[in-house]
């Protein structure tokens, strides 16, 4: 491959050249959109830490739903904030709950438009930690229980896919058999598999409202130094039966995602967080960084590595730019 006879900017010349020449793409269709429900009516709290991003009642919930199909993004996950937290987070498997209720007004109301749940305690438990507490820690299999009721009930409730996001040990096995005795063995499982204990979910957990009250979520998210552990519970999570396993966060965790699409042939997730989008944001904001141009090359990157789906604060925006 010698110079003068190979001259790789011929084909770096104009945009024709390259868009022809172009391995990856970014389409809407593989985009998610985290939306946070609070309880009231009519409620848009913006969250300080995530410039565009709100908590938002069930009503503008659903305004936003629309708006989010309307420009043709196939997905939006759930989390939600309940009014009432206690020490084993019940609002969470209440069929009366937030997000059931959110999800059987989006059911109601918007047509086309995928309702993922975000499965989870932590936003439910007065302790913030992502299951039940048990001498300092979370109690494993007690947790898992409890994650299948709250799997049961938005899957009655209508959701179209549960993503548990907890890192319990054999959660992926309690949700697909409760699932499955329930009738619901049509509801797939998006599993957060590699999901690392981060310091980039910080502004989230002001959004939220989960950030632990005590000690943190090492001894169940997983160690960031870690790559092989990542694919072995991507494996274990395919064998209790995950239908799309998540990498997240995404852009300090590429090597990650690609390590995961070139070991597994089904679907994978990456969830750009919401330090990701805080940091870009902010840049932005001073001037330092062309928001646009940063988002749709850390969304390409992420996509490069691998992922099929990306859950991102920013999918409406890309959307919008993908359209134009
Ligand atoms: C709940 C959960 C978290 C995120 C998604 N689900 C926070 C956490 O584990 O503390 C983080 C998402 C983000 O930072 O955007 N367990």
Redo the contacts with the bound molecule.
Sequence with gaps: MEFPIHRPRRLRRNENFRRMVRETRLSVDQLVL?LFVVEGQNVVNPVGSMPGVSQLSIDRLVVECREVRDLGIPAVIL?GIPDNKDENGSEAYSENGIIARAVRAIKAEVEDLLVIT?V?L?EYTDHGH?GVVVDGDVDNDSTVELLAREALVHARAGADMIAP??MMDGRVDGIREILDEEGYDNVPILSYAAKFASS??G???EA?E?TPQFGD?RSY?MDAANGDEALREVEMDLDEGADIVMVKPALAYLDLIWRVKQSFEVPVAA?Q???EYAMIKAAAQNGWLDEERVMMESLLAIRRAGADIILTYFAKDAARLLRS
Aim: net charge neutral.
């Design positions: 985290p989390f975000d989870c932590c992502c996001s907890d980039f979910y502004p989230f957990r939220a989960s979520r998210q969830y967080v919401s330090g």
